[in-house]
């Protein structure tokens, strides 16, 4: 057995102990005190041989940034990898979710998504320090704690550090049970369209009134035609509100949906397509807001490169690595639209993202570990 490997298996329990620590220490996006507990108690857990920098987060916890003094002479550029610390789970889920190892798995609220992930990474810098293995890059960690809530305070931060990076390694879980990386994710809008009409008696004067509810109504059929599901384009009207009673002819009304698409161009039609509607109904007004919050993470050949190495890589451990395109956004998304070579799902192998049967496979925690050390010392 390869020396990472071998290292990464000999080191299992004190990896399985510090995902407890992390599960343990519960951090809901919307609650910063917490999440900056668990940004603490990172900093506690990172080798001495790292040099940690927190950064403001505005209504959310801190974000952090690790940079490891690691093997090897005269470091030329950087490797950026990017966590975050928020997960979707209120406090005191520990409580009916708590962490636990059971039938080969560890259980346990953002187990999964993502603080295994954050824990492999950790060990993986020990481990190439421990065996004094050389690197010729410096290697910045990023964990941010707004991820789940769409990555408003660190963005900025991510793009930067993204920028000066030779490649970027996203410690997200990876795709189903087989551990597939992500090679492509949608990317992700948000929008509200806002109608506004004429509220009248709808028995004095119906005439006189513009039904919002009415002409919003036409519209989501009009919306609705942007999805094109060969493209991958789904827009998907999911909330809607307008009207105060039944005998008034609504004045407003309102629709809150979210846009997903695989290239950028798509999203950008589908963008000017919002900006374009117009009332059916000319007494009526129609306001748009938003957005692509997220722009999607394309498998471009320099992707599609790093993937083709991270394949590599897993071969020699006899792991045969897949790849697989997801719905879902991550901070990769960012990365990747700045034209960094990113990987994404590198974290741990597992199932149930924000559901109860969150876990995480035992026996994929070792060659986990080691592929984050391995690509650390080849990019
Ligand atoms: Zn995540």
Redesign the pocket.
Known sequence: MDAILAAAHTRQKQIIRLIRELVECESPSSEPAAVDRFVNLLCDVVPSCACVKTYPGGRFGRHLVCEFDLPGKRKQGSILALG?SDTVWPLGTLASMPFREKAGRLWGPGVY??KAGIAFFLYAMRILRELDVPVARRVLLQINSD??VSSESSRVLTERNARRSAAVLVL?PSAGLEGSLKTARKGVGGYIVTVRGKATHSGLDFEGGASAVLELARQIERIAAFTNLERGITVNPGVISGGTRSNVVAAEARLELDLRAWRLKDAAAVDRKFHALRPIDKRCTIEVAGGLNRPPLERSPAVRKLFHKAQELAREMGVELGESAVGGG?DGNFTAALGVPTLDGLGAVGEGAHARNESILLDRIADRTALLAKLVREL
């Open positions: 975050h998504d993502m991820e789940e997200e991550s």
